[in-house]
């Protein structure tokens, strides 16, 4: 998978609207983490699986810490360009709403 052993962005479906004052999510190892916290100098974000515990640290978008372990199944690669597109079209269609697809 692309997403695999490397840090991607996409904004969260909340911030597409108000993109300025949102939060992105992030895919790292094939697993998708939201924002939960900044630190002194870093950031964490823990897994969007909400039974799941696992947790990432980023600074200067570089992953400092991973804790926990995830017991769910990875994003394939299908999910992973699903999630792409989405973010690329939503993008491209809210600022305009007049647009045609």
Request: glycine share 2%.
């Given at each position: 998978m692309s997403s695999e052993n490397s840090?991607?962005?996409v904004l969260s479906n909340?911030?597409?609207?108000?993109s300025s004052t949102?939060?992105?999510?992030?895919?790292?190892?094939?697993?998708?983490?939201?924002?939960?916290e900044n630190?002194?100098?870093s950031s964490?974000?823990?897994?969007?699986?909400?039974?799941?515990?696992?947790?990432?640290?980023?600074?200067?978008?570089?992953i400092i810490k991973s804790c926990g372990q995830?017991?769910?199944q990875?994003?394939?690669e299908s999910?992973?360009?699903?999630?792409?597109?989405?973010q690329e079209l939503k993008k491209d269609v809210l600022p305009n709403k007049s647009k045609t697809l």
């Amino acid at each position: 998978m692309s997403s695999e052993n490397s840090l991607t962005f996409v904004l969260s479906n909340r911030g597409i609207k108000n993109s300025s004052t949102a939060h992105q999510k992030a895919i790292y190892d094939g697993y998708q983490y939201r924002f939960k916290e900044n630190n002194k100098n870093s950031s964490r974000y823990i897994c969007t699986n909400t039974e799941c515990y696992a947790c990432i640290t980023i600074k200067d978008n570089v992953i400092i810490k991973s804790c926990g372990q995830h017991y769910h199944q990875n994003l394939t690669e299908s999910q992973f360009k699903i999630i792409k597109a989405k973010q690329e079209l939503k993008k491209d269609v809210l600022p305009n709403k007049s647009k045609t697809l």
